[in-house]
């Protein structure tokens, strides 16, 4: 499958190590912190949408985190896939020897259900049908069936039997029947417009 580029943080985002007189300039409102240190010119991050921000803070984690693999909602922004509004956590996998927590506004999850990878700018991620599949499996309704539509329109050789495929051959049952619905939903609606 090819997968499509990923999407580059929207704004500059800077160490506070790489910034004369770092102190002055966030005191003096020229930079607003992303998370801990890093930041972005303030001016540039005021006129971001949520899901930007979101991405951006995404795209900063990664910068204290680059062996981290990115996943639901985090992997559905660096893949380009909507958003509904700044989600308040970034999402990341944990080893086998870890286990789920939350630390700092990265959250960490567990699984032992093998992920495909990829890898884009550095930043490792679920690939685009794993993520549309978790975030079927675990999120509401309308927003499974938002991603696995953009996902489908995203990837011109992504097919709806991969989603199912994908959601139909994990072990773990949880979520199963809930992803479902989504991909019913989209196959249908693209059958209709004479796409699937």
Not at 55 to 67: I, T
Not at 85 to 91: D, K, M, T
Not at 134 to 150: F, P, T, Y
Request: charged content about 25%.
């Amino acid at each position: 499958m090819v997968t499509p580029d990923m999407q580059s943080s929207p704004v500059p985002l800077i160490p506070v190590g790489a910034v004369a007189h770092s102190g002055r300039a966030i005191e003096g409102g020229a930079l607003h912190r992303v998370t801990r240190g890093i930041y972005a010119p303030r001016d540039r991050w005021r006129t971001l949408a949520p899901w930007e921000r979101y991405r951006a803070r995404v795209h900063a984690a990664s910068m204290r985190h680059p062996d981290a693999t990115y996943a639901l909602e985090s992997a559905a922004a660096l893949h380009g896939l909507p958003l509904f509004g700044e989600p308040s956590e970034v999402h990341v996998l944990g080893g086998d020897d870890t286990r789920s927590r939350m630390s700092g506004g990265v959250r960490v999850h567990t699984t032992s259900e093998p992920r495909e990878l990829v890898r884009a700018e550095g930043v490792p991620a679920t690939s685009l049908t794993d993520t549309v599949v978790d975030l079927a499996r675990a999120r509401h309704h309308a927003v499974g069936l938002a991603v696995a539509d953009a996902a489908l329109r995203l990837d011109p050789t992504l097919r709806v039997e991969h989603l199912v495929a994908c959601n139909e051959s994990r072990a773990s049952s949880r979520g199963r029947r809930h992803a479902r619905w989504a991909h019913a939903r989209v196959r249908d609606a693209w059958v209709r417009a004479g796409v699937g």
